[in-house]
């Protein structure tokens, strides 16, 4: 039952489809006495009000989750809720607080010795170190998540392929195209687009880039085009947006500017209609666009 309910909590923290409408959970939490239940209604409404980008709604509702899980005294729902505000926090670019909660979260996790929340933390604050361009950070958290891989609570989610994706990214910013592809692989054999339509999608984008990288031309049109074709079909917003930004580098890298141009325009109009969120490509896409207008003239 314990573990049962650890990795409920994690579950709870980490996955992203509710069904009722914030006020409709309000009035519920308000008269709620249970702090496991306010912290699960808490997670819920905040989730909500992140989706919404209403950062007001969703700091608060944060900080309520983080106060129902102290007065749970349970050590379980505070990992949770800390693993919550970093999140909440990388989600924002605000690097600095994401990894002081995701920090609190492992130690908790470690002292319990909860290795699902170990590793589904450690792929956390990688991602953190990835954005900041720490290869060396980035590469020893994802090494500590990946040694969890094979437990069977967490060969059944997607945490194996958030490790294994996020570290074929780092290698391929660090160069290392050959180990990128490797992983990139090990991400593709445990994904299925019809559960996991992020994941997916991320991958055929990595397998683009590299293929990139290598020159190898024909391999690396085919991803980048089947990427674009499934993010599309799939409403994938954000590695549609990655895709058609990547596409446009490779070609203006062989060459063919006015293409690079389409792409590029498109990934723009794409970027402007999406939320306003950390990650996305605004100041890169410009660039390109800069460096496309320039070898037009």
């Known amino acids: 039952m314990r573990k049962n309910l650890m990795l409920l909590v994690f579950f709870i923290v980490s996955n992203t489809i509710y069904a009722q409408s914030t006020d409709s959970l309000l009035k519920v939490v308000s008269k709620e006495k249970s702090p496991v239940l306010q912290f699960q209604l808490w997670a819920q409404i905040a989730y909500i009000y992140a989706q919404n980008n209403n950062d007001s709604g969703n700091a608060y509702a944060s900080q309520k989750l983080l106060s129902a899980a102290f007065v749970s005294r349970n050590d379980t729902l505070i990992a949770g809720a800390y693993s919550f505000l970093g999140a909440n926090a990388e989600d924002k670019g605000d690097f600095d607080h994401a990894l002081e909660y995701d920090f609190k979260a492992l130690q908790i996790a470690e002292a319990m010795n909860f290795k699902y929340a170990i590793c589904q933390t450690?792929?956390?604050?990688?991602?953190?170190?990835?954005?900041?361009?720490?290869?060396?950070?980035?590469?020893?958290?994802?090494?500590?998540?990946?040694?969890?891989?094979?437990?069977?609570?967490?060969?059944?989610?997607?945490?194996?392929?958030?490790?294994?994706?996020?570290?074929?990214?780092?290698?391929?910013?660090?160069?290392q195209t050959d180990s990128a592809l490797v992983y990139a692989q090990k991400a593709n054999e445990v994904t299925k687009k019809e559960n996991d339509v992020f994941g997916y999608s991320r991958i055929l984008l990595e397998f683009g880039q590299i293929y990139s990288e290598k020159?190898?031309?024909?391999?690396?049109?085919?991803?980048?085009?089947?990427?674009?074709?499934?993010?599309?079909?799939?409403?994938?917003?954000?590695?549609?947006?990655?895709?058609?930004?990547?596409?446009?580098?490779?070609?203006?890298?062989?060459?063919?500017?006015?293409?690079?141009?389409?792409?590029?325009?498109?990934?723009?109009a794409e970027h402007n209609k999406f939320r306003n969120r950390a990650g996305t490509?605004?100041?890169?896409?410009?660039?390109?666009?800069?460096?496309?207008?320039?070898?037009?003239?």
């Open 281 to 297: 490509l605004s100041i890169e896409i410009t660039d390109i666009l800069s460096r496309v207008y320039s070898s037009l003239k």
């Open 122 to 175: 450690a792929e956390q604050i990688a991602v953190v170190y990835k954005q900041l361009k720490n290869v060396k950070e980035t590469l020893r958290f994802l090494r500590k998540a990946e040694a969890f891989l094979s437990l069977p609570e967490i060969r059944e989610g997607l945490l194996r392929r958030a490790v294994y994706t996020n570290t074929a990214e780092i290698f391929l910013a660090d160069k």
């Open 215 to 268: 020159g190898e031309n024909d391999l690396d049109e085919t991803y980048f085009k089947k990427g674009i074709t499934f993010c599309d079909t799939a409403c994938e917003s954000l590695n549609l947006i990655s895709t058609l930004y990547e596409y446009s580098r490779h070609l203006l890298k062989n060459n063919q500017p006015q293409l690079a141009k389409f792409y590029a325009l498109r990934s723009l």
